[in-house]
């Protein structure tokens, strides 16, 4: 689905269809009748700027779109969109990069809504060796593109299928969430890069795991990390809200020993 409508009404029919909601569903959960939600879907109310607030919270649509929002129904946006060097912004920043610095020797990095590069720690070198296409590295840096394109990480990612299925799949949620078109015209560019896989069949899960690993092959070792994501909690900037950290921890000793030993390098 595509954000296409223009009124209020029409946006959030489209928002709660995309979240799977009947009218009756999103009532209840904004506490009000059905009857007016549908007059207000219909166009035949006209919703006050409390309640547009309301049911984009009920529904969670993402500030960006709020914004969206408030405009069609005729209201001033209520979140601010400043870009990531903006003075007001150096405090959040700033947090960012000791979140960075703190996870060291580990890698973790900074990207912005479109998966493009904003900031990293020196512990990713490993993600970045042996990248065969110039082009990949040249700024903004897109780490989705870079690690799924054949000229990029791909090649040297021991478990490729499953990774690549991992990485399309929180895509996907991300752009059921969203409607954002860049990321579905990136989501449709990266499905038709190699999927790594001998068949047809989907990636094989290991029945005992706990979470998607991603395995480097780096030099004649293989690296095996876990990762988490961090996002802002409260944001009330539009930019800082699509900012998210991703942290990669060793999965195990043999990982954690290696990135000890890199970073004790670079340090010398």
Known sequence: MTTSETSAGGLIREWRTRRRMSQLDLAMEAEISQRHLSFVESGRAQPSREMVLHLAEQLSIPLRQRNRLLLAAGFAPSFSE???TDATLAPAMAAVETVLRGHE???????????????ANAAIGPFLADVSEPSLLEPPVNVLRLSLHPGGVAPR??????WRA???????????ATGDPVLIELERELRGYPSGM?????????PNGIVHPLRLASGDQVLSFISTITTFGTPLDVTLSELAIESFFPADEQTRT???R???QRAG
């Open 258 to 260: 290696v990135l000890v």
């Open 157 to 162: 990612i021991v478990n490729l299928a499953e």
């Open 82 to 84: 400043k870009p990531l």
């Open 262 to 264: 890199l970073a004790k």
């Open 105 to 119: 020797p580990f890698p973790a990095l900074a990207v912005d809504r479109h998966w493009n590069l904003v900031s």
């Open 198 to 206: 001998k068949s047809g069949l989907p990636a094989p899960v290991e």
């Open 166 to 176: 991992h990485l399309l799949e929180r895509l996907k949620h991300q752009n059921d």
